[in-house]
């Protein structure tokens, strides 16, 4: 079975500091790899993917991620934090093929951004 | 704006209740997931449907139901309403059923039962 971990629930950042939301995934098979984030009163919204192609990924509104399976990671960074930055987001490992098709979620990491 | 609608907004009810939630996939999407988010449960996948059939069930109560439309709308009902049914509830849905497909999410369903 999978399971990922994040393992900061909250984070605060000044704005213009780098960000970092750390995610740990385990799983048995070549898994597939989201993060997701998600504003106050909002639905959630995909950042970015990783999928068995390249191991950094970039995704929207300047994060990115990298896969390193060496050690189960898939963390996200962002060079300079800005205000709307503020809200949860989810690691999200994909389901084992040919199991029921279920995302798991992480249990979210809330971010700050202090001006 | 993902393109997944969903209605209500908002959703007060009593105890012992029944509400309909619905949802309206992306354009041409298929598959489309029911999650409840909880503050002490956190995000749960409860059931999923592709073209019309049921293809995965999750922590999903027998309370609870759901189905997907021949116009590929779904509705997820819930019954006997409790207070620990409180929670957002959120359709995604996707183009197709394989693990690489991302899931995009509607704005939710605040359900409140009093």
């Given amino acids: ?115 | 704006d993902s393109g997944v609608t969903q209605t209500p907004k908002h959703l007060i009810t009593a105890t012992g209740q029944r509400v309909t939630l619905r949802c309206s996939p992306r354009s041409g999407d298929l598959s489309v997931y029911w999650y409840q988010q909880s503050l002490d449960q956190g995000l749960q996948f409860l059931i999923q449907y592709y073209n019309g059939e049921e293809r995965a069930k999750g922590n999903i109560l027998e309370r609870f139901s759901a189905q997907q439309f021949p116009d590929l709308h779904s509705e997820l009902n819930l019954s006997s309403l409790e207070l620990g049914d409180s929670a957002l509830y959120f359709c995604a849905s996707s183009v197709g059923v394989g693990r690489t497909y991302e899931q995009y999410f509607g704005p939710g369903t605040r359900l409140t039962v009093t």
Avoid at chain 1, 88 to 93: A, G, S
Wanted: proline share 6%; glycine share 6%; charged share 15%.
């Fill in chain 1, 1 to 115: 079975a999978q399971s990922v971990t994040q393992l900061d629930s909250h984070v605060s950042v000044s704005e213009g500091t780098p960000v970092l939301l750390r995610c740990n995934y385990s799983s048995s098979y070549s898994p597939s790899l989201f993060w997701y984030v998600q504003h106050p009163n909002k639905g959630l919204q995909l950042l970015l993917k990783y999928t068995s192609a390249a191991t950094l990924v970039k995704g929207i509104n300047g994060f990115e991620a990298e896969f390193k399976k060496s050690e189960t990671s898939f963390h996200l960074t962002k060079p300079s934090a800005h205000m709307s930055d503020a809200a949860e987001y989810f690691c999200v490992v994909s389901p084992s093929p040919g199991s029921a098709r279920q995302l798991t979620f992480g249990s979210g990491t809330q971010l700050t951004v202090l001006p």
